[in-house]
Structures are given as structure tokens and as C-alpha cells.
């Protein structure tokens, strides 16, 4: 079974940069879209943003023009390039694997990984 694996956060002061990785343990036949999700302490699950299998982006108004996501040409790596960034984005940043089959005939799936920590400092 294949596995997200986050990497990138950490503790950063307000204004400062971070670049978030999203890597699928094993290679992946194909996705219907790669997504970046947070959770801040006691609030819900909220899509940052998401990039499709054919390059389609989309982002949360709160971080339209400082974040960027992208992919590799594989497709089995994300990458979050966050800027300027706030105290408010802190959170747990979760990756997500949206409609993911592992062969071609494979049941599509949803796959998260376990979430990595960001915290901005103000």
C-alpha cells in the first residue's frame, strides 16, 4: 500500500519561506489530483491547494499569490512553496492523493499522509 510522505515544515518567522514535499512511496499509476490540506488546533480540516493531472490549480483565497504548489513530471511528487508567510498558517499540513491508482487496475483511492508541523512566528 503506498504511502505519503510529507517533508519541509518546521518553525519560520512571519515574512519567511518554507517549501513542503509530498512524496508517494512507490510509483503510482495515475491520480486524478495532488492536494495540500492544513489543520490548525481546534479548527477543521481546509484545503490550501490542489493541482490536478493536468496542471489545473486551484488555492484557499487566505493564500492566493504566496503559495505555490506544484508537481514533478512523474506525478508522484508535490511540492508546496510557501511565502510571506503568517502566524495564522500555522497548522499541521496534511498531503492528499485524490482518486490514486496504484495499476491500472486498481480500485481508485484517496491516500493522506501523516501531516507535518508548521509553525509561523510573529
Known amino acids: 500500500q503506498v504511502r505519503l510522505v510529507e517533508s519541509g515544515g518546521g518553525l519560520v518567522q512571519a515574512g519567511g519561506s518554507l517549501r513542503l514535499s509530498c512524496a508517494a512511496s512507490e510509483s503510482i499509476f495515475s491520480v486524478n489530483a495532488m492536494g495540500w490540506y492544513r489543520q490548525a488546533t481546534g479548527k477543521q480540516r481546509e484545503l490550501v491547494a490542489r493541482?490536478?493531472?493536468?496542471?489545473?490549480?486551484n488555492y484557499a483565497d487566505s493564500v492566493k499569490g504566496r503559495f505555490t504548489i506544484s508537481r514533478d513530471n512523474a506525478g508522484n511528487t508535490v511540492y508546496l512553496q510557501m511565502n510571506s508567510l503568517k502566524p495564522e498558517d500555522t497548522a499541521v499540513y496534511y498531503c492528499?492523493?485524490?482518486?490514486?491508482?496504484?495499476?491500472?487496475?486498481?480500485?481508485?483511492?484517496?491516500?493522506w499522509g501523516q501531516g507535518t508541523q508548521v509553525t509561523v512566528s510573529s
Open positions: 492528499n492523493g485524490d482518486q490514486v491508482r496504484m495499476r491500472y487496475y486498481s480500485t481508485p483511492r484517496d491516500y
Open positions: 493541482i490536478t493531472s493536468t496542471g489545473r490549480t
